[in-house]
């Protein structure tokens, strides 16, 4: 067996690893709204905190999209066009939300 090199060792082989597009856009907007909602809320904006009512309940229908689709997977279903649509969709309006919260706070 021909010996390691540093590179071989430094980054662990992704075996089984499946990168889902749709998955990562809602751990991604997650992050993005755990880490300004405390911030937003405080500043006793009504528009901001208008903005992080909104995203909450868009976070809260995404992930109910997500686990019927994550359902659907296990009895081996592949997501319908209209499911991936709407999580498009959902990601898209979280997005639209946070350049207005970010005009809003002037950090564009």
Known sequence: MPPRTIHDTMMPEARGLRYD??????????????????????????????????????????EIQMQKGRDMAGRDESRSAN???????????????ENAAMKATGKC
């Open 21 to 62: 597009e749709c998955e990562m856009a809602l751990f991604r907007a997650k992050l993005s709204y755990h880490a300004t909602i405390d911030e937003r809320l405080a500043a006793k904006n009504p528009n901001l905190t208008s903005i992080a009512d909104a995203q909450a309940r868009i976070l809260k229908l995404w």
């Open 83 to 97: 499911d991936v649509r709407a999580m498009a969709q959902y990601d898209w309006r979280y997005k639209t939300l």
